[in-house]
T-cell receptor
């Protein structure tokens, strides 16, 4: 069974701090997607990484896919209260017909 | 910006009753999915659907579940005889390509199903 482990589970920081959250697996994924989910709402896609070692930037968010395509990280620079939310990673296996495997998420709280 | 829509937003039903959850995927997308999220737990895959047939399903998607694309726009999930443990948020998603081909999945806002 493929699993994605996210860490930390909870993170509470002050506005302006930097942070990194991790998504790890023993399995190889053909792609990995990062989502943000607000309470009672659906996941909103942030980015997809496909190539091992790939780095993508979305304003203050930097996403990296591990060289072996088994892990990924999300780094936020100068966090703002608006970054507060649940960050989910989800992996797709090669040949999958849509079975995204989700991690449990990192719940981020940014205090002003 | 195109988005996936779902109705109803909240459905309350009695155990043993049938429910149908509805979704309108993004119009040019070809692949459709259902996921569920039990309160406090992770999002779990149920089923993927392409070209009017199921392409992949999980162990959760047993004989009580079925999916259908009754017309050119709607995609439905039916639970024939609901159980208490079916209470969850159900999310519909769609993509242009399969996730195995790096097709990005876009999720709807969800339907909260409560089984009493």
């Amino acid at each position: 069974t493929q699993l994605l482990e996210q860490s930390p589970q909870f993170l509470s920081i002050q506005e302006g701090e930097n942070l990194t959250v991790y998504c790890n697996s023993s399995s190889v994924f053909s792609s990995l997607q990062w989502y943000r989910q607000e309470p009672g709402e659906g996941p909103v896609l942030l980015v997809t990484v496909v190539t091992g070692g790939e780095v993508k930037k979305l304003k203050r968010l930097t996403f990296q896919f591990g060289d072996a395509r088994k892990d990924s990280s999300l780094h936020i620079t100068a966090a703002q209260p608006g970054d507060t939310g649940l960050y989910l990673c989800a992996g797709a296996s090669r040949g999958s017909q849509g079975n995204l495997i989700f991690g449990k998420g990192t719940k981020l709280s940014v205090k002003p | 910006e195109p988005e996936v829509t779902q109705t109803p937003s909240h459905q309350v039903t009695q155990m043993g009753q049938e429910v149908i959850l509805r979704c309108v995927p993004i119009s040019n997308h070809l692949y459709f999915y259902w996921y569920r999220q039990i309160l406090g737990q992770k999002v779990e895959f149920l089923v993927s659907f392409y070209n009017n047939e199921i392409s992949e399903k999980s162990e959760i998607f047993d004989d009580q579940f079925s999916v259908e694309r009754p017309d050119g726009s709607n995609f439905t999930l039916k639970i024939r005889s609901t159980k208490l443990e079916d209470s969850a948020m159900y999310f519909c998603a769609s993509s242009v390509r399969t996730s195995g081909s790096t097709g990005e999945q876009f999720f709807g806002p969800g339907t909260r199903l409560t089984v009493l």
